[in-house]
């Protein structure tokens, strides 16, 4: 049975690390990451946005999940613990059918509203997922609920959201919305992005907002999204071979391990592996040219997918050897 995050980020805040939580739409990236888990024996956040469950369809999402769980049990004893979660929610309809679907966490979204209008939706959401926890015997009892406070930058599903238009975390509101809501963590702005573009200049975070939350909810879970370091080994394959993402630039990697150390238990994951799956199907292909069956360049995408994730549980997450 897939689980929520409750238990993962308890153990998470308690030892310092985080759970990496890494963006699906097809089998390849869920076997990729799953094999990395499984070889690690990481906890694992499988997620999807709105524009993956248009892509590949919310019944395969949930299959291919629950299949991948199903398979770690060959290699762990009750199997690989994975949460399902839904990216990005943006609206209650589409929270409420992911739920009723079988996700066993869900990240509302209505950070674009004001502070009233953010608690008042979020709190429905959490309602909702309360009265239906426990209900169906292959959900678990209580489906998780993340919100966000405070607004990245960058691109989402295709949403721009501007530099002007983002917004910094304001402690001052946590501990009230986290009381009013009932969540069980929160996304916080503190100079991540959303996209493989993130920084002109000199990469910081604000870590002194990291701190103050921390001080005003201890032990609370809380969350980077926009977290991708846009590993430069990919960028230099993808360009070798016909592609062009000059000015991308991520998170260091030194950068978010700061950050679990300082309380955060999930970071976000989905640019690089786009990047690293990228780069895998552009290196094979450009060097076998004869070659046009997509199990054999899938396959080399995915390898890149596994290695890129193994590098984030040993090098920013902490999370191996946690199961």
Not at 62 to 69: F, S, V, Y
Not at 136 to 141: A, C, G, I, M, T
């Amino acid at each position: 049975m897939l689980v929520n995050t409750v238990e993962m980020f308890k153990k998470a805040y308690a030892g310092k690390y985080a759970i990496g939580a890494f963006n699906v739409n097809n089998m390849e990236l869920v076997q990729g990451i799953i094999e990395a888990c499984i070889e690690l024996r990481s906890p694992v956040i499988l997620q999807a946005s709105a524009g993956a469950i248009k892509y590949a369809g919310l019944t395969n999402i949930i299959a291919l999940t629950k299949a991948a769980q199903e398979d770690s049990k060959k290699f762990i004893k009750g199997g690989l613990p994975i949460a399902l979660n839904l990216d990005h929610g943006d609206s209650f309809e589409s929270c409420k059918l992911c739920i009723d679907s079988g996700f066993t966490s869900i990240m509302i979204d209505a950070s674009h509203y004001d502070f009233a209008k953010n608690v008042e939706l979020t709190k429905k959401v959490v309602d909702y997922a309360r009265r239906v926890g426990g209900k169906n015997p292959s959900k678990p009892k209580y489906i998780s609920v993340e919100a966000e406070l405070g607004r990245l930058a960058g691109i989402e599903d295709n949403i721009d959201v501007s530099e002007a238009d983002s917004a910094f975390t304001d402690p001052r509101e946590v501990s009230e919305f986290v009381k009013q809501t009932g969540v069980d963590s929160l996304a916080i702005a503190i100079g991540t992005s959303h996209g493989a573009f993130k920084f002109k200049g000199e990469p910081k975070l604000r870590y002194d907002i990291l701190e103050q939350i921390q001080s005003l909810v201890p032990g609370f879970p809380l969350v980077l999204h926009g977290a991708s370091s846009v590993p430069q080994k990919y960028l230099d394959i993808i360009t070798k071979y016909g592609g062009d993402v000059s000015g991308a630039r991520g998170v260091p990697e030194a950068l978010l391990k700061k950050a679990t150390s300082l309380g955060v238990s999930k970071i976000n994951i989905d640019s690089d592996l786009r990047m690293a799956f990228t780069a895998g199907i552009r290196e094979f292909t450009a060097q076998n040219p004869s070659n046009f069956d997509p199990r054999s360049y899938l396959k080399h995408a995915r390898e890149y997918v596994k290695e890129l994730v193994k590098d984030k549980i040993l090098n920013v997450l902490g999370s191996d050897n946690k199961v």
